[in-house]
């Protein structure tokens, strides 16, 4: 006869009843033994974790999961259930909750003494869990309890790698974090429900290997009475097991009971797990539907993205789009790129289009560009006899530049000013434009660095007045204003004024407007209007 013909060959290999009751001995006593040393290392993990998240160091982070004994209770309490010993379970279940409050209490403590609280990349990657994270625990899990029934060195090596996949203590300690700094719901919410799907999947995984591996057997449930009567716990175990009723607990029979209580407990994870993956689907499948069809303002030569700002609502989205360009984009393209990005988002994308004037190469070559446009050279003119004529070669240089510049086809430059100081103060450009909305700031700064740059002034100073959001002037009420336009209309010669009356406003009353304006009659276009408004209007326009 072999000298295995006594075992009892199972799907994890030979296991026979002493190698049952070895198991659990050893198991158990892991489980248990919560004395000293495992808060010390447990507590050290859970700082290291905290530095190495708030260090943004991924080797950090993986020396704390490596010495971090959190793993031995958590495999202690998946065989108590499968078992069926209440008392092992409630024993680890009270150590498992402890360990957990310990590692987020010294990460709260410790981020209140970081000179800084940013969210870094490693700690943004630990709170919007998935049922993908669920089904790493459930796998890491299966690993960690065959490393267990697997007895001997045969799988040792495998341990260290069953520390990092299951990664209990990280999500811990951010949750310490999110406490620390205030009080950072998402980041707590996201990072506590990442360690219930890494607690759900061990044990659940666990629970079903213990059970292939026929932990649940008479000799086993046997040597679950000796162990207890016989072994000495310490630490938490030992209090948890002098707390009423926990000696009482014995074996539960009810296998089926069991089982429904992890199920029931994995479910419940399940159901947010599953809705954050839905939701980074939807993400997902928004962001790379933008990114193609952004395609459209990419243009070698003419276009390029400088920022894109996505803003995922309910049921659309919203894109903002800030676009360098040196020939305009009309509503057209913008149409072409929400019909695109709607089609492969799946819902609505709506665009906002943010153009900026831009020369055709980079930047910091504009001079260059701008001088091969004007025909002149970015080289400093050689000192002019006197100070009249050095400012009228800059106003005629000036003037040339803003020609190179990429506008808006609403936007018309009308008049410009320049002005040169004595040596102590910077020279200061003043620009006159007619647009029906104000220029923004990065156009303005564009605009100065391209006259600047020709100018070889880099400290040139840039002031822009412009005729923003006027399109209809109200006379008498507004006569601020039609002042304004009056003395603009004056000193720009692009700018012309369009007066519009109502049919029965008399002539008298549109003479009297054009009067108050004092501008020669060639400069006015009279429209009289076919409605019943008794209103003359004033609106600005360029030829």
């Not at 209770?73 to 409630?90: F, K």
């Not at 243009?299 to 700002?309: H, L, N, T």
Request: without cysteine; charged residues 15%; hydrophobic residues 50%.
């Amino acid at each position: 006869m072999s000298a295995d013909a006594g075992k009892d060959r199972g799907i994890l290999g030979w296991l026979d009843a002493d190698d049952r009751r070895a198991i659990f001995d050893e198991a158990a006593g892991a489980a248990t033994d919560t004395g000293v040393a495992y808060w010390l290392v447990l507590v050290l993990a859970g700082a290291i974790a905290l530095l190495g998240l708030a260090l943004n160091s991924s080797a950090v982070v993986i020396g704390a999961m490596l010495i971090a004994p959190l793993l031995a209770p958590v495999a202690g309490l998946a065989l108590g259930l499968a078992i069926g010993d209440g008392r092992l379970a409630a024993q680890t279940a009270a150590a498992v909750l402890v360990s957990t409050l310990a590692v987020i209490a010294i990460a709260a403590v410790l981020t209140r003494f970081l000179p800084f609280h940013d969210i870094t990349a490693e700690i943004a990657a630990r709170t919007r869990p998935t049922t993908l994270d669920l089904a790493i625990a459930v796998f890491s899990g299966l690993a960690g309890a065959v490393v267990t029934v697997a007895r001997g060195n045969r799988l040792a090596g495998a341990v260290p790698g069953v520390a990092v996949s299951v990664a209990l203590v990280p999500p811990l300690a951010v949750a310490g974090f999110a406490i620390g700094t205030g009080g950072n719901w998402p980041v707590l919410r996201g990072s506590l429900l990442l360690y219930g799907a890494n607690l759900a999947g061990i044990v659940m995984s666990a629970m079903l290997v213990f059970l292939v591996a026929g932990m649940h057997r008479p000799e086993v449930l046997a040597e679950v009475r000796r162990w207890h009567s016989d072994a000495s716990v310490s630490g938490l175990a030992a209090w948890a097991e002098r707390l009423p009723g926990v000696r009482s607990l014995g074996v539960l029979r009810s296998l089926p009971a069991r089982v429904i209580l992890v199920l029931a407990f994995v479910a419940l994870v399940a159901i947010p797990l599953s809705a954050s993956l839905r939701q980074i689907t939807r993400e997902t499948r928004i962001q790379r539907g933008v990114q193609l069809a952004s395609a459209l303002f990419t243009a070698p030569g003419r276009s390029f993205i400088v920022s894109r700002d996505v803003t995922i609502e309910t049921d659309r989205t919203r894109v903002t789009l800030n676009v360098a360009t040196t020939q305009w984009f009309d509503d057209s393209t913008r149409q072409r790129f929400e019909r695109q990005a709607t089609a492969r988002a799946g819902e609505p994308v709506d665009l906002v289009l943010e153009q900026l004037p831009a020369s055709n190469a980079d930047l910091s070559h504009v001079a260059t560009m701008i001088a091969s446009h004007a025909g002149v050279s970015p080289v400093a003119p050689a000192p002019p006899p006197s100070a009249g004529a050095e400012l009228a070669a800059i106003r005629g240089r000036v003037a040339r530049a803003l020609q190179g510049v990429a506008l808006p086809d609403s936007v018309a430059i009308l008049a410009f000013e320049i002005a040169i100081g004595d040596s102590g103060s910077a020279p200061r450009l003043e620009l006159r434009y007619l647009s029906p909305d104000t220029l923004g700031t990065q156009a303005r700064e564009i605009v100065r660095r391209q006259v600047a740059s020709v100018l070889q002034l880099p400290a040139l100073a840039l002031e822009t007045k412009g005729l923003s959001g006027v399109r209809r002037v109200v006379t008498p009420r507004s006569s601020a204003t039609l002042d304004t336009l009056s003395r603009w209309s004056r000193t720009t010669p692009r700018l012309s004024l369009i007066v519009t009356a109502g049919a029965r406003v008399p002539q008298a009353r549109i003479d009297s407007v054009v009067a108050r304006l004092a501008l020669g009659v060639d400069r006015i276009r009279i429209a009289v209007a076919r409605d019943s408004s008794a209103l003359v209007t004033v609106q600005p326009a360029f030829r």
